[in-house]
């Protein structure tokens, strides 16, 4: 896959930027009602997925990605830790209710990612093998809204909604906005995210806007998706 020409410097700042963006600390949950009390253990604390090469393949070609985002292929260590960022905690983070923790896939994950270095945004593509409908993601997130999850001393506070299901040529589709911050409502902490999810017989694919701004930029997430799910229909 060939990658845009960058300087050794410039490429380090750009990944190192965004993999800063990316992993949030454990920050991101996957789950839509108000829950109190304190974080407690997940039942199945980060079980680690068995690396799939072939998933790579599937990513959309850089070029793809809309203009302004400059995007790169992270490798198999980088790209675990930014996918159990994105869905929601890190290994070893509590949960509460601890049947919001994220279900890990079968194989994965392969990740892709475009940074916006004006907008402060980046949009990433995630693609996972998944032994489970996309139904079953549904139904969590609709029993599952605010949700507090804690690592290393840190609570922070997570709300998700879902939104109208994208239209797509795919086996299911669903689409979700999601808010974190921390439970003090420290400024600057808020990341705000949209993402959609498709899936394509055991392949699930995500691809998520996130900002720590106000900005949206549902055009080039609503192009990244289709031409995701194109790709892996395609095989």
């Known amino acids: 896959m060939t990658q845009p020409f960058r300087t050794p410097e410039r490429s380090r700042r750009r990944t190192s930027y965004t993999v ?18 304190h974080p407690i253990a997940a039942r199945d604390p980060a079980p680690v997925a068995t690396v799939d090469k072939g998933l790579s393949a599937l990513l959309p070609d850089p070029s793809q990605f809309p203009s302004r985002y400059t995007a790169i292929v992270l490798s198999p260590e980088t790209a675990a830790q930014a996918a159990n960022d994105l869905e929601g905690y890190l290994p070893g983070a509590q949960v509460d209710p601890s049947t919001c923790a994220p279900v890990a896939p079968t194989s994965g994950p392969a990740v892709e990612v475009g940074t916006d270095d004006h907008g402060q945004a980046t949009l990433t593509v995630v693609l996972t093998r998944s032994g489970k409908p996309l139904s079953a993601l549904r139904e969590q997130l609709q029993r599952c809204g605010t949700v507090r999850v804690g690592h290393t001393g840190v609570t922070s506070v997570v709300t998700t ?75």
């Not at 800063?20 to 009390?37: H, N, R, Y």
């Not at 400024?187 to 949209?194: E, F, S, V």
């Open 20 to 37: 800063g963006v990316v992993a949030l600390g454990g920050l991101l949950a996957a789950c839509g009602t108000s829950v109190s009390g």
């Open 161 to 235: 909604q879902l939104d109208p299901p994208p239209p797509v040529i795919a086996d299911d589709s669903l689409a979700l906005r999601r808010t974190v911050g921390a439970e003090n409502n420290a400024p600057g902490l808020t990341r705000t995210m949209q993402t959609l999810v498709g899936q394509v017989g055991d392949v699930r694919v995500a691809v998520t806007y996130m900002t720590s701004g106000t900005t949206s930029d549902t055009a080039a997430l609503d192009t990244l998706f289709t031409a995701a799910v194109r790709k892996v229909r395609k095989g």
